[in-house]
């Protein structure tokens, strides 16, 4: 278990962020999601390990979650990946291993509600739970400006509606022609279905690249011209 840090004494930080709560690597190998039900680890090529949220425990340094299999400490303070400075560092243990990065929503990143819209964007998915999609092929996802967004993770289409309120995108009535498809565009395919249909909370991170994420997994997707 991680220590509790300095629990005493008042408050003096914000309460625990609105879920879902992101926080990354620096080399993108892992992802962390906390909602309202699950706290759930994304390893680079690796299934996401999930487990139920206990009750928070909160002090004067930060948060703490601790569950049978992920351990998480949040400290409230900056971090650094790159040029991007983030609220929180944030230590997990995860089945006994060590685990540092950042959370919360960097500074230099501007909250949709600040201007960032989608509308009529292109994107490269470049990783799809910390794993990268291979250099060549179809990996692409578009936002219209009438609500609509379509995908492709190496071979079949995918398409449906998406909705933006605050830092969450929300999809509905996705669809997917039916292909039979090789790997890994079978196994990114499913991986990314599951993420798709769950509410994701929106990050722009170092480079413009835009990070979806949720407790089913992450993509990380890379502006196209």
């Known amino acids: ?30 992802n962390l999601v906390i909602d309202d039900q699950h706290v759930t ?20 340094a930060g948060d ?28 997990l243990r995860v089945d006994g291993r060590l685990h540092t990065g950042c959370g919360g929503v960097p500074e230099t990143a501007s909250a949709p509600e600040d201007g960032i819209r989608l509308a009529d964007t292109r994107w490269r998915v470049a990783l799809v739970n910390a794993r990268p999609t291979p250099p060549v092929g179809d990996f692409s996802m578009r936002f219209e400006g009438d609500g609509d967004f379509s995908a492709r993770l190496g071979c079949n289409s995918i398409g449906g509606q998406y909705r933006i309120d605050g830092r ?10 039916q292909m039979g498809c090789p790997e890994p565009a079978a196994s990114f ?3 990314a279905g599951l993420i798709f249909a769950r509410p994701m909370s929106i990050e722009i ?21």
């Open 189 to 191: 395919e499913q991986q």
């Open 168 to 177: 969450t995108l929300t999809t509905a009535n996705v669809v997917s022609t």
């Open 64 to 91: 703490i979650y601790q569950t049978p299999r992920i351990d998480v400490n949040i400290v409230h303070g900056p971090c650094l990946i790159g040029e991007r400075a983030y609220p929180d560092s944030v230590q």
């Open 1 to 30: 278990m991680i220590a509790p840090l300095l629990l005493a004494g008042c408050l003096s930080h914000p309460p625990p962020p609105d879920a879902p709560y992101h926080a990354l690597a620096a080399d993108s190998g892992w």
């Open 205 to 225: 991170a170092e480079g413009g690249r835009l990070v979806l994420a949720n407790s089913a997994g992450s993509l990380s997707l890379v502006p196209l011209a």
């Open 41 to 60: 680890f994304i390893p680079a090529g690796q299934q996401p390990i999930r487990q139920p949220r206990p009750p928070v425990i909160s002090g004067v």
